[in-house]
C-alpha cells in the first residue's frame, strides 16, 4: 500500500507569494495530521482532521495559514503572503481510529522542504 | 514543563554494539502511547516502535526494544547489533488518550555508527 503522499517536495519561493502544500493520506486513514518542523522549535502541530473536519487548529500561526480537507484523500495546507519566517519543512501524517487505548500511529509524509526568499 | 525530554543531543556506536537511547516523559494521564521514529538525512520520519501505558511487556520490533520503566516515567529505545544505516536522528513522542490526538514530540538524539 503507498504511504503518505506529499507534493511537492521541495518547494522555493519568494516572499509575498502564496504557497500551497498538498498531502494524499494512506486509505482508510480518518485523521490526518499537519506538522512543522524547524531547528528552533522542532516538530510541532499546526492542524488536524478528522473525518475530513478540522479539530483542532490551535498550532497554526497566523491567519497566513489556512488548510482544508475537502475529501478523504486530499488536504492543502495554503500560506498566503509567505514570509521567510515560514521557511521549514512541513510533513502530512494520517492515521485510524481504534477502538479503546490502543495505538494509533501516525504515518508520515516524506515532507515537503519549503524556502521562502 | 516539557512533556517529552531527550537529554542526549547526539550519541555515538560502534557497529554492532548496542545502543541505549533515552526519553523521560511527563503526564498525569493514566492512558497514553509512547513511540519511536527515526529520521535519516534524507529528511523522512519513519515510525519504529509503540508502547502503551497499559502495556506489561516492553515492546518489541525486530532489533528495536522500548525498556518501559512507568513508575521513573522513562521510554527509553535499545537498539541492538547497530548498523551504519541506523544513523539517524531519533525521536521519542507521546499522545495522551485523555487529550487531544496529537504527538509531542521530543527533542531528538542524533545517532552516529561508527564503522
Known amino acids: 500500500d503507498a504511504g503518505v503522499i506529499q507534493s511537492p517536495r521541495h518547494e522555493v519561493t519568494e516572499m509575498g507569494q502564496e504557497v500551497t502544500l498538498r498531502c494524499k493520506p494512506i486509505s482508510g486513514h480518518d485523521y490526518l495530521f499537519w506538522y512543522r518542523q524547524t531547528m528552533m522549535r522542532g516538530l510541532e502541530l499546526l492542524i488536524y482532521f478528522n473525518n475530513n473536519v478540522p479539530i483542532d487548529d490551535s498550532g497554526m500561526p497566523e491567519d497566513r495559514f489556512s488548510a482544508k480537507m475537502p475529501n478523504a484523500s486530499f488536504s492543502t495546507l495554503k500560506i498566503q503572503p509567505s514570509e521567510p519566517r515560514d521557511s521549514a519543512v512541513y510533513f502530512c501524517?494520517?492515521?485510524?481510529?481504534?477502538?479503546?487505548?490502543?495505538?494509533?500511529?501516525?504515518?508520515f509524509g516524506p515532507g515537503t522542504r519549503l524556502t521562502v526568499l | 514543563a516539557q512533556k517529552i525530554t531527550q537529554t542526549q543531543p547526539g550519541m555515538f556506536v560502534q557497529e554492532k554494539e548496542a545502543v541505549t537511547l533515552d526519553c523521560t516523559y511527563d503526564?498525569?494521564?493514566?492512558?497514553?502511547?509512547l513511540f519511536w521514529y527515526k529520521q535519516p538525512s534524507s529528511g523522512e520520519m519513519i515510525f519504529l516502535i509503540y508502547q502503551g501505558s497499559y502495556d506489561e511487556q516492553n515492546a518489541t520490533e525486530g532489533r528495536y526494544s522500548l525498556n518501559f520503566q512507568k513508575a521513573r516515567k522513562s521510554a527509553n529505545l535499545v537498539i541492538s547489533a547497530s548498523q551504519l544505516g541506523d544513523s539517524a536522528m531519533y525521536f521519542c513522542?507521546?499522545?495522551?488518550?485523555?487529550?487531544?490526538?496529537?504527538?509531542?514530540f521530543g527533542s531528538g538524539t542524533q545517532l552516529t555508527v561508527l564503522p
Open positions: 513522542a507521546m499522545r495522551e488518550w485523555g487529550s487531544a490526538r496529537q504527538l509531542t
Open positions: 501524517a494520517s492515521s485510524a481510529r481504534l477502538a479503546g487505548a490502543g495505538t494509533d500511529t501516525q504515518y
Open positions: 503526564t498525569s494521564d493514566q492512558s497514553y502511547g
